[in-house]
């Protein structure tokens, strides 16, 4: 008999806090065993509803068809109770749970459908701000490519020009935190427009898909790296999730709350120490290219490879070091390697020693002066004196 969103909803505001119901859009945990608790009995006793009914050779072959006009009816009452239901500040329409909403080949007339039923969500929320007596933000979680939300139906663009959405959430699936969101494009396609951009930031870190298949999970360090590139590539706001206080949180706990309080703005992060890492996109709509990062990169003697990193703000002091975890060698054979910053040459220095490195992959440092390094994207150029495979590139900065 209790309903743990309305106490929550009245504390935060108890507290001073902004609250906000965020509603998964389709949801897929589990969707491997039809007898699950979490499935709604909608789910469950229409697989005809399902995106790909032919298919069951993944979890987003499993996914409601919001081309349905029973799937798009049945969510929108889901909304309609939680304006009656809750008296919240803001409601986040969360897309990204799981990002497949349509049969591959409908993509373009599912941006038409989701479009629609944006607007309706949005008109019920105004309808709701006369008898709250206060203003309703809508928000919505999206790809991190604008192409890529396009390609899926989820236009965010285009919400944002039709006044629908006061923020947008660029964001990683889940796999990985994405180092490199191209926030510079969402800022120029959403310029003039009173739209907040908050550059979402998962809680796992793969440098490609599938590493080793284990769960790496930042630290305060590396969210301070993305954080930091981020907002100074122009995001509004930083948008974590799946940081829970616990479970399913950064690895570094005993630094949660600092992470919390410092990675909002540049300031608070000035003169911290910041790692960079070499990820990838991991959503991609089905027949979309889907563009890598040259990890893992095998090298034999004599091989050039380049990598390109954005670290945000040029440092002013401290050091900078680029890290690279490389299998199938030794620190004497990687000591003759030949590593260059934006044509600077580094100096190798051996085991980095930092608080989590990759599991069963050595770890082998260059130290560059600061000097080299420059304020966003920064190139790295590496040849290999002798052979060994590449899975891991960062660009760790102290101060």
Request: aromatic share 12%.
């Amino acid at each position: 008999g209790i309903d743990p969103y309305a106490h929550w909803i009245a504390r935060a505001r108890k507290k001073g806090i902004s609250p906000w119901i965020s509603s998964r859009m389709n949801d897929l945990h589990e969707v491997n065993d039809d007898r699950c608790y979490m499935h709604s009995e909608f789910w469950r006793e229409h697989p005809e509803f399902r995106r790909v009914p032919y298919r069951q050779d993944g979890w987003d072959k499993r996914a409601l068809d919001f081309g349905r006009v029973e799937v798009r009816e049945r969510h929108m009452k889901l909304i309609r109770e939680l304006a009656e239901r809750y008296d919240f500040d803001g409601l986040e329409l969360d897309w990204m749970r799981f990002g497949y909403h349509f049969r591959p080949g409908h993509e373009a007339e599912g941006g038409e459908l989701l479009t629609q039923f944006m607007r309706d969500v949005r008109a019920l929320l105004r309808s709701w701000e006369k008898k709250r007596g206060h203003r309703i933000q809508l928000g919505a979680r999206v790809p991190s490519r604008p192409w890529t939300a396009v390609n899926l139906g989820m236009d965010g663009v285009r919400w944002a020009r039709e006044g629908l959405v006061d923020m947008l959430v660029p964001t990683p699936f889940w796999a990985t935190m994405e180092f490199d969101i191209p926030i510079e494009e969402w800022k120029r396609l959403l310029r003039g427009l009173p739209v907040t951009l908050a550059a979402g930031l998962e809680v796992l870190i793969r440098p490609y898909p599938n590493y080793r298949r284990v769960y790496v999970q930042n630290s305060i360090e590396t969210v301070r790296g993305a954080a930091s590139a981020m907002l100074d590539r122009g995001a509004d706001r930083i948008y974590l999730f799946n940081y829970m206080s616990s479970d399913t949180t950064q690895q570094d706990t005993e630094n949660y709350h600092s992470m919390l309080c410092e990675i909002g703005t540049l300031a608070t992060m000035a003169g911290k120490p910041r790692r960079h890492i070499l990820t990838y996109s991991d959503t991609w709509a089905p027949g979309e290219p889907e563009f890598r990062n040259g990890l893992p990169a095998e090298c034999k003697p004599g091989d050039w490879r380049a990598f390109r990193l954005p670290t945000g703000p040029k440092p002013g002091a401290g050091n900078a070091r680029i890290v690279f975890g490389i299998s199938d060698a030794d620190a004497q054979s990687i000591a003759g390697w030949e590593v260059r910053l934006n044509g600077t040459q580094a100096t190798f220095v051996g085991d980095p020693k930092l608080r989590f490195s990759i599991p069963e992959c050595p770890l082998f440092a260059f130290e560059i002066p600061v000097a080299g390094v420059n304020r966003g994207y920064n190139t790295i150029e590496v040849k290999a004196a002798s052979s060994g495979t590449i899975h891991w590139v960062e660009m760790n900065i102290q101060g």
